[in-house]
């Protein structure tokens, strides 16, 4: 593992960057500044830490449900192991985008463990979905996270809504937060499906199949042997049922503020936006400190976050402040707002796209 850098100096402000929609010049002098104070070079030291805490809490927790065995009192262990799990997912998202080494190989590896192993989610599908996702974050019709599913995000995408996902529409605000409780397994679902899919437009490499599909099973093995030696049946079901429910709360809770209610891009009013204004305009910040930090995995930083992609997440909210004044010396929206309020704008967005459906027009 490479040596660990020392944390950058305390971050300055920008020069005045040129003004003007070229595509090239808006990104450029900040993308020099951030690379002359050291914000782009990772944190392994950090990250390492934060892996081994994490892994030596999860192994505590699975020693304290071993030692307090089959009793309703191990159901308290549940929630704190899905907070962990987040953690997992975190550290699994910050190495799928080389935040934590450069070594391609062996962020591969931190990220098969976390995924695949630890969290039970498929590694090639993940990538797969989130690059496309930050290549074209909110656009209709590149963007896979607003495609039209359980819930949708423009009002074009809710003809022909009918039965039960017309219901889910016309309520999908109020069915959001309830529905994100299934997100811990519906990751799992839909990267055992892309693992083991016949399908060629979801087909991987045969030896990542192998691996990829040896360490899910693995983790479904491990999962449920842990539950069914320590509790019963009865009580692994709910043990089980709490902890992915909890998992996928949490999850949305830290995806739902970062785009939701935000600019969508389309052929028409984003012609001639260049990298900075693509993933500026689309994305939210959630103000707050080290506790929001915490309890998002950084990803309140959105905005920093999808301009560098493989900033190490310690270095994002020391690159907030030259952003901020990039952004407003070209005069570009910088979204930026509480926690709380994040979740009104977000859940209002929903229920604006589900208007027709519940008016009728």
């Known amino acids: 593992m490479p040596q660990a850098t020392t944390a950058p100096p305390a971050v300055e402000s920008i020069p005045e960057p040129a003004t003007g929609r070229g595509t090239g010049s808006d990104f450029a002098p900040l993308l020099r500044t951030v690379k002359e104070q050291g914000l782009l070079e990772r944190r392994v030291a950090w990250y390492a830490r934060g892996i081994t805490v994490n892994l030596v809490l999860v192994a505590a927790i699975v020693t304290g449900m071993a030692l307090i065995g089959p009793s309703w009192w191990t159901m308290l262990l549940a929630p704190p192991l899905a907070v962990l799990s987040a953690r997992i997912a975190f550290i699994g998202h910050d190495a799928g985008h080389a935040q934590i080494t450069g070594d391609r190989g062996k962020g591969r590896v931190i990220q098969l463990v976390h995924a695949n192993l630890l969290l039970g989610m498929s590694q090639e599908w993940w990538n797969d979905k989130h690059n496309r996702h930050h290549a074209n974050p909110n656009h209709i019709d590149k963007d896979p996270d607003v495609a039209a599913d359980i819930f949708v995000f423009t009002q074009e995408q809710t003809a022909g809504r009918t039965g039960l996902r017309g219901w889910l529409t016309r309520h999908q605000a109020w069915m959001f937060f309830p529905l994100t409780t299934l997100e811990g397994i519906a990751l799992k679902v839909y990267g055992f499906q892309a693992v083991f899919s016949r399908r060629k437009d979801t087909r991987m490499p045969g030896r990542r199949r192998a691996v990829e599909g040896l360490l899910l099973g693995a983790h479904v093995a491990a999962y449920v042997t842990l539950l069914l030696t320590t509790l019963t049946i009865g009580q692994a079901v709910v043990f089980a049922v709490i902890h992915q429910m909890l998992l996928g709360l949490h999850l949305g809770m830290a995806f739902a ?101 519940r008016t009728g027009a």
């Not at 500026?280 to 103000?287: A, D, E, F, H, P």
């Not at 309890?295 to 270095?315: A, D, V």
């Open 257 to 357: 503020p970062n785009h939701k209610g935000m600019e969508m891009p389309d052929p028409e009013n984003s012609a001639g936006w260049g990298h900075l204004r693509r993933q500026v305009l689309t994305s939210r910040n959630i103000r707050g400190g080290l506790l929001t930090d915490w309890f998002l995995g950084g990803l309140n930083y959105q905005i920093e976050h999808h301009l560098f992609p493989s900033m190490p997440r310690p270095h994002l909210r020391l690159a907030q402040p030259l952003v901020r004044a990039h952004c407003q010396a070209l005069g570009v929206p910088y979204a930026e707002t509480g926690l709380i309020d994040s979740y009104r704008q977000a859940l209002g967005h929903l229920h604006d796209v589900g208007e027709p459906l």
